[in-house]
């Protein structure tokens, strides 16, 4: 009834307003929709009306940290720029880092520390206060630690680098927990990269590149003007590849199983089978070798191994590589005689190369090939950054011998108390529900998160961090920089909520629980600037960026060719399509779906109106639309062992007809009005499967398609 | 007193006279420079009376912009910064909102497979339909070259959008929706759009003024290398594909780009005249599309 | 007035009816009137209500979106502006006709016709409201800022308001004589009604024959204007290179020829339902006047066919590509169905109206299915013209876009045919829908015995001021006209004039009221003849 009488006024009143909104609401079109006063920002009454200022900080939509100047009027953050003193990006910016302002402003931003109060994954909540929820926090640590079950107890703080990263690592020594996992742990992470040149160099950092003076990229699948972390600044070396010399263009060559945005803007674009780069690599490897074309000085000089490698890559002729990974063999002379005549060349991968089981085989292959052409720390080639001289924190005493759980076997373990930050796994990582029945049953769970994501969802307490745009801490940059540089990341508005920088939410935590000797300092700010010592924080401040005035290389003992031969057959599990989800150009693995602007242009790139960029699609060759009869825009089901998930066809060129692509980032259950329920979550149904190096791979399955 | 009064009269008649004199010049004289002023109006695309359309020539500015498509990756940072920029509200999720997108910077496929994108701005062209068909006088080129629209004046009859050969002119199909803490970082040098009319890229005329007002304020003349990077897009571009710059100086860096033999204009054949310029990507070779 | 037709008519109504009010039930309420009218309030509330939608919610409850990005721009209104412009050719066009070459079957239609212009061109004009994005600032900025240089400027002027205006003047003088004579019928407020309309019409024969000058002339200046008026609506179209499939010189003729197709065929349509169902008027719209009819619309559309022929072959012929792709898309793609609805609707309705051109007899019901059928060719036809070039003819590589029509869109088309129709039958209601002298009611006297009884001096009087009132116009026309084109400032600044696009429409007005003038400038006359008779 009362339905009725609702249509029924709104009958009344849409047949009675008629006459006058005919004639009125036309004076309304001409109101601009900005309301005459911006909604109130906290720290308002600080600023002058009209006043302008542009505070120089560092992104943190990506682990790039790009240097960032934000335009700030009256308080408000208005827009983001680049930074020319920063060396990733030298004053340009990614899509992601433009959008940097909707992270801050976003409606759906989680306003004060939350208690739960309905079932795990259910979002009820309470609001309390900071003292309460730190209070509840440390008891409930403490009452672990004392129990004598600290290894049950799970840090995961998805940072790859900077202090807080380490403080939350010191904090795991001090509750004594070994269970303690970083960004590398992930998925979809440069790990193996990192595993590569832990074997062939003794260090564990990712390779800087020195791009700009590269003349040959041979790139193995690297999404290097996508997603990837190298992404900014081989975008920015695009022009000096291929403008430097005018009279000799450089080349980019993308070896990938499909056409990607990156083959489509190199100058060569080789389909192979998915997860065959180390076949690949070792075929180049054999042409140079055979014709003699590598680096005799280098090798002599600074490696070991070198035998044994020449012994296998002389099994992988080009004609025998071209039967593996369907190259075909000419190609594979053609590519390795352009690559040996154009140097400086490097060979590149990523995350995404890296994404089968087979990932280290495929970088430490590239490095090798990197050792053959002599581009290894030389100019124009792989280079290795020195670390940063980052004065000490006092030393933590209390450190455990127990042995950590592996990240891909935690639910599997009897672990039952989780700190969460930066890290989603119950989105972000194969068959996330695993997780989510982990922390259904789990004893105590702590989410740092500015926003509701899914984990979140299973959190006790939420003790909401600031965003990047309003806290102070230190920004490490990820990217593949060839030389020392750091940047420091301050607020540029006011906390617009009552939200913590979650630096200081630990050291209060860790203070609570009696931890005063080992968290000595009164603030985070004061534990960056310790560490910060012997620079200058104020110019650093004021430049934005440090780098090294000498762009020093680190100096290395012996490169180690590699020993993880002969290469490894990727594994699949089930039969059909090999399902290839990738990481979208705009908005990464799904981090960015809060923002509608990234979410839309990634429709927008595949020339999809944007309201569709909500949903997911399947892309799949025009050979096989054409043999299972499925037109654009379909509706059909991609199905796995392990599960099925609905998507949109989408006939795409340039996609094998065995392979079929899904962009990964739609699909979330929570995480704000723009993500939630939109799409499908191709990691639903990927079998989880560990790689080599024990992280779950992404590209483990073959799949089916069915017409919903 | 008489005498002046004489004078006052006398000098009234002579004024009388004067004007009379005048309005008869005025009719000689200005009848037919009225209609030949007229003829010049309708006939100005054929300069034969010597007046040039407006933003040719004798102008100090003449805004142009170069797009290196071989330095473009596509990624997209252009349209996000233009939007930012531009206070250009999001589309929106719902069938509904199907083609309503505004996108001043936008990404269309190009190249003979339609394998790559390319970022398209408004072209600014030196003899735009657009501008031609408006029936008020709504968009008009202004004296620096500039395709502009007087939100104003739009009554949104859509005629400039279907006539543009290039798609670069959006209509406000609804009110902006925005997320109330969005209001929050909305550029205050630009105002937000209301529905029902017609909008476009402005290579974001109000840095060109701010810049124009810092360099008046500093009495001095606006430097190059102040433009090649003015617009949000091109400030932005990962690649520095995107440069920006003053056509009438041939000394600046987007003259030299555009007499490179890899600039091209799209739809050279429409006689419109762009004032963007794309530079064109090396011929490139795939294997074969067959694993 | 041929002697022994009307003679032979008047002794037939003589018997037949007494009251001219009883036969045209004009002031009485009859259940279908009623009915017709509650159908039409029917249409025009479902129209302001999806009006008032869109202009709450804006455009975007309507189909349209933007081209490129997947939809078109323009749409169903675009369509029936030209539609409802295209069938007000009808009427000016019948009436200067029987007046310059005497067609006299076709004077009993004459008033009907009108009045189909006059209305349609409303609701042309009603329908340019609904396109816009802001209607407010369409009715404020049209008047002070139009620009000549846009072909839109022929569509707000000439047709809206210049043809329109035309029209009306051409329709009330052709009305006067009725009026006065409705008005020595009539008591009360009516009768003051039908006074003021006459408007010092007195039966004299100086009257009829100052109005058979005036409508003389008015027939010869309103046919080239028809032309120029249907003519701008075609280079809408027709100037537009960036777009693939309108980039065409035939645009304009095309236009007029459509134009004229649909007019008549509304025309038939509208004497049929006059002649059969309404009123009875067998004898009156004579058979003769239906096969005339019948032959213009056959010659009409043969020459759409042969134009449409030429279109179809410059567009596929070593066309550009993308008009190749448009062509193709309009011929065999998702256009399909409206394509082949014209060129089917077209081809049948020349077919039957060439056999009835060729077999010497008339049959009405083929008129009348071919009139239907050319109407429904009309609307197809310009949604061929305005739809398939917005979302197939890209000169950039973008996606093809689709049209998918609203209920908004269509409620307001409904209720601007409502109001049409509204309107139609209220004219009816009040005023004789025939002129009473081709029905035989009235006897209008021959034009050889009329003789001019005006003295001398207000003779003088009466040119004088028309001449006055026509120069005026001219001049308001021609200032208001070079101001509208911005001369000596920037095309884009205002009009060194305010609102000089309402002179220039002032001026249109003002030269055809000088018609007026000169008919209803009261003059002094020797004797008092009448030749009121009935």
Known sequence: MKEVDIKKREFFKAVGGISVLSLLTSCEADVYSLPEKKPPVPGAEKWYEGEEKYIKSVCGQCPVNCGIIVRVVEGRAVKIMGNPAASPNRGVLGPKGNSGIMTLYDPDRIKHPLKRVGKRGEGKWEKISWDEAIKIVAQKLKEKVEKGESRKIAILCGRPKGFTRELFERFADVLGTPNFYDFFEKSYSPRPILEAMREAFGVWDLPGFDSQKTQYILSLGSAMFESTCHGIRFARAVYEIRYRYPARRGKIVQVDPFLSATGSQADEWIPIKPGKYDVFALGIANVLISENMYDRDFVEKKTEGFERFGEIAREYTPERVEKETGVPAHDIVRIAREMWNSRPSISLVDERSTSTTNGLHIACLSLCLNALLGSINSPGGLVLRPPIKFSNWKDVKRKTKERKIPFADLPDSDVDTFLFYYMNPVYSEPAGERWAKLLEKADFVVSFSPFEDETSLFADIILPDHTYLERFEDAQSFSSIPFAGFGIRKPVVYPLYDTKNTGDTIILIAKEMGFEDEFYWEDFEEAVKERLKNFDIDEVEEKGWWEDPEKKWADFDKFRFCSHLPPHEPEWKGDGLYLLPYKSTTYGEGSGANIPYLMELSARIKMLPAYMSYETFVEISPELAEKLKLSNFERVYVVSDTGKIKAKVLIKEGVPPDVVLVELGRGHKAFGRFAKGRGANPREIIVPLKSIVGNLALWTTRVKIEKA | MEEEKKRETKNKKEKRNFLKLFAIAGIFAGVPSFVSKFFALVSKNDNENGEEPEGKSGEKYRWGMVIDLDLCTGCGACVIACKIENNIPPTGYTERDRGTEIEWMSLIPAGEDKDYMIPIPCLHCDNPPCTKVCPVGATYINDEGLVVQIWDRCIGCRYCQVSCPYERKFFTWKKPEWPETYLQWLNPDVPTRPKGVVEKCTFCSHRIRKLKERARDEDREIEDKELVRLPACAEVCPTGAITFGNLADPESTVSQLAKSPRAFRLGEHLGTEPKVIYLAKEKRKFISKEV | ?534
């Open chain 3, 1 to 534: 007035m041929a002697v022994g037709e009307g003679e032979k008519i008047r002794k037939d109504r003589e018997n037949k009816v007494s009251d001219v009010f009883d036969f045209f039930s004009i002031g009485k309420l009859k259940i279908g009137w009623i009915l017709a009218v509650i159908f039409s309030l029917i249409l025009i509330l479902i129209g302001v209500i999806s009006f008032a939608q869109q202009e709450k919610y804006g455009d975007i409850v309507t189909g349209l979106r933007t081209p490129g990005y997947g939809g078109v721009s323009w749409g169903l209104y675009v369509v029936f502006i030209i539609y409802f412009i295209g069938i007000s050719f009808a009427g000016i066009t019948i009436s200067a006709l029987t007046r310059i070459f005497g067609m006299k079957e076709l004077r009993p239609l004459t008033r009907p016709a009108e009045l189909l212009t006059i209305i349609s061109l409303i609701l042309g004009a009603m329908s340019v409201l609904a396109d816009q994005g802001r209607v407010l600032y369409a009715l404020l900025n049209l008047p002070r800022y139009a620009r000549v240089m846009s072909p839109m400027f022929g569509t707000f002027t000439m047709v809206i308001a210049g043809y329109l205006f035309a029209s009306l003047v051409y329709f009330y003088l052709s009305a006067r004589a009725d009026a006065w004579f409705m008005a020595s019928r009539s008591r009360g407020f009516l009768r003051i009604f039908y006074k003021i309309l006459a408007l010092g019409f007195s039966g004299k024969t100086d009257d009829y024959l100052r109005h058979s000058y005036s409508s003389f002339w008015l027939a010869i200046f309103i046919l080239p204007l028809l032309v120029t008026a249907h003519s701008t609506l075609g280079f809408i179209f027709g100037i537009q290179a960036g777009r693939p499939g309108w980039f065409s010189a035939l645009q304009a003729p095309g236009f007029v020829i459509m134009a004229g197709i649909s007019g008549t065929g509304m025309l038939v349509i509208i004497a049929y339902l006059l002649r059969r169902k309404i009123y009875k008027l067998e004898d009156v719209i004579t058979e003769k006047a239906f096969r005339t009819l019948g032959t213009m619309l056959m010659i009409l559309t043969i020459t759409y066919i042969y134009f449409m022929i030429v279109e179809e072959l410059t567009a596929n012929y070593a066309a550009p590509r993308k008009e190749r792709e448009v062509a193709h898309a309009i011929a065999f793609g998702p256009y399909a169905i409206p394509f082949w609805t014209t060129v089917v609707c077209l081809l049948v309705s020349f077919v039957m109206l060439f056999y009835q051109f060729v077999s010497g007899k008339t049959f009405i019901w083929i008129n009348l299915l071919s009139s239907l059928l050319v109407n429904v060719a009309a609307v197809s036809k310009r949604f061929i013209i305005v739809v398939p070039s917005q979302t197939h003819g890209f000169y950039l590589a973008y996606p093809e876009g689709s049209y998918h029509i609203s209920p908004v869109e269509i409620g307001i088309i409904l209720g601007l045919v409502g109001f049409g129709i509204l309107l139609y039958i209220i004219f009816a209601k009040i005023f004789p829908i025939i002129p009473l002298d081709t029905a035989g009611i009235r006897e209008e006297p021959e034009e050889e015995n009329l003789e001019r009884t005006e003295y001398g001096t207000t003779l003088l009087l009466r040119r004088f001021a028309f001449v006055l009132t026509l120069l005026l116009g001219f001049i308001l026309m021609i200032v208001g006209f070079l101001a509208s084109a911005r001369v000596g400032t920037k095309p884009y600044l205002d009009p060194p004039i305010p609102f000089a696009p309402v002179i220039f429409i002032l001026g249109i007005m003002l030269s055809f009221i000088s018609a007026v003038v000169y008919e209803v400038f009261p003059g002094k006359y020797r004797t008092q003849p009448s030749s009121e008779k009935f």
